[in-house]
């Protein structure tokens, strides 16, 4: 069973603080992606990473996929409040056709103002 | 439609029961997927069609569980004699180009008393 383990669980900061969150895994994934819940909705795509050792930015956000693409990890500079959120990590694995992803359990994010 | 339609928002239902939980999916999305998050968990995977095929099915949990997605299109979600751990949230998505194409619907919360 491949299992993609997150951490910290929970991470409360105040608003323009930095932060990091990890996603680590035992496995290979053929690629890796992101995504952020709000209460009350389903998971909303922020990225995908395919290449080991590839850094994608989407403004203050900026992914990295590990070189041996079995780990990930997610920076948020100067967070806002509206950053507030679960984010959730996602691995693809590849064969028979089937675009199966395992989640991780996800890190909780409050951004205090 | 402009995304993906999941009905009803909410069910509760009594143990022992049988629920059909219904996943409208955008329109021209040929992969829909369904998912089950439970609390404090990540999306654990279910069943994924490919038109009007299941091409998965490996993640339902047992034969209490179906899917169906006859014109390829709306997929119901159909769960036999209810039991409390079933309670939930089901998610289903859709996509028309693989993983990097997924959209998550709000969700079904099931809660069976």
């Known amino acids: 069973t491949q299992l993609l383990e997150q951490s910290p669980q929970f991470l409360s900061i105040q608003e323009g603080e930095n932060l990091t969150v990890y996603c680590n895994s035992s496995?290979?994934?053929?690629?890796l992606q992101w995504y952020r819940q709000e209460p009350g909705e389903g998971p909303v795509l922020l990225v995908t990473?395919?290449?080991?050792?590839e850094v994608k930015k989407l403004k203050r956000l900026t992914f990295q996929f590990g070189d041996a693409r079995k780990d990930s990890s997610l920076h948020i500079t100067a967070a806002q409040p509206g950053d507030t959120g679960l984010y959730l990590c996602?691995?693809?694995?590849?064969?028979?056709?089937?675009?199966?992803?395992?989640f991780g359990k996800g890190t909780k994010l409050s951004v205090i103002p | 439609g402009a995304g993906v339609s999941q009905t009803p928002s909410n069910k509760v239902t009594e143990k022992g029961k049988y629920v059909e939980l219904r996943c409208d999916p955008i329109?021209?999305?040929?992969?829909l997927y369904w998912y089950r998050q439970s609390l404090g968990q990540g999306p654990e995977f279910l069943i994924y069609?490919?038109?009007?095929?299941?091409?998965?099915d490996s993640g339902l949990p047992n034969d209490r569980f179906f899917a169906v997605r006859p014109e390829g299109s709306v997929s119901t979600l159909k769960i036999q004699r209810t039991e409390r751990g079933d309670s939930a949230v089901y998610l289903c998505?859709?996509?028309?180009?693989?993983?990097?194409?997924?959209?998550f619907g709000s969700g079904t919360r099931l809660t069976v008393v």
């Open positions: 998505a859709s996509s028309d180009r693989g993983p990097s194409g997924y959209t």
């Open positions: 496995s290979v994934f053929s690629s």
């Open positions: 990473v395919v290449t080991g050792g």
């Open positions: 996602a691995g693809l694995s590849s064969g028979a056709g089937s675009y199966q992803l395992t």
């Open positions: 329109s021209g999305h040929t992969a």
């Open positions: 069609f490919q038109g009007t095929g299941a091409a998965d």
